[in-house]
């Protein structure tokens, strides 16, 4: 089993819909991240967090640290929000674990 | 300014054959990380370099994987020789301050995607 694992796998939407993608991990972690990979680019690094929320825009991040568990949230989606999220979290080491990723299609 | 740059985007090399991907990361950053995602997995650390020294290598695959960064500026992965399974989208990162949580920001590349036939 996946150290860090995301869930929907797959998530499609209407534009306009609210939408959430949760990370699990069950290791001890400093930091965690939200990516965003869209077809065929490179990777963005949305948001870095160990505790709280963070908000960006349309993006909402938000991490439980007692229960392992992080939310990426994506307020009036659009489809330009089209692409693969990916959480990946830091240990006490600088390499990060990945998740598979959830990849996102909002139609209009 | 410029961001995490990778060449080749693309590379189709036949198995046995050396290939060389070269990463440029920000300038002045001294945090280098190539990572590799193979079909259908999630994304793998590979190595780590702080300056010209490898931090960590502890996930490099084989020794046919060899990760250079001389002058601690631009680093090179070479896979020599190449094997099916090492088709992948190959990543580099990099940031600036180290280890921190809450304090390093990680951009990456645009990754090179390596097709072994």
């Known amino acids: 089993k996946n150290e860090v694992e995301q869930s929907p796998q797959n998530l499609t939407a209407q534009e306009g819909e609210f939408i959430t993608i949760n990370c699990s991990y069950s290791v001890g972690i400093s930091a965690l991240h939200w990516l965003q990979q869209h077809p065929g680019g490179g990777i963005v690094s949305l948001f870095m967090?160990?505790?709280g929320k963070k908000k960006h825009g349309r993006l909402i991040a938000t991490i439980n640290i007692q229960e392992k568990h992080s939310s990426l949230h994506i307020t009036a989606s659009h489809p330009r929000d089209s692409a693969v999220y990916i959480c990946?979290?830091?240990?006490?080491?600088?390499?990060?674990?990945f998740g598979t990723g959830t990849r996102l299609q909002v139609f209009p | 300014e410029a961001g995490v740059t990778q060449f080749p985007s693309h590379s189709v090399i036949e198995k046995g054959q050396t290939v060389t991907l070269r990463c440029d990361p920000i300038s002045g950053h001294d945090n280098l990380y190539w990572y590799r995602r193979v079909m259908g997995k999630e994304i793998k650390f590979l190595l780590h370099f702080v300056k010209e020294s490898k931090q960590d290598e502890s996930g490099m695959p084989n020794n046919r994987f060899l990760a250079e960064r001389t002058g601690g500026t631009y680093s090179t992965l070479k896979v020599q020789p190449a094997e099916l399974e090492d088709s992948g989208v190959y990543f580099c990162a990099s940031s600036q301050e180290r280890g921190t949580s809450g304090a390093n920001v990680l951009t990456f590349g645009a990754g090179s995607r390596l097709t072994v036939l």
């Open positions: 990946a979290v830091r240990r006490n080491t600088d390499k990060l674990i």
């Open positions: 967090l160990s505790s």
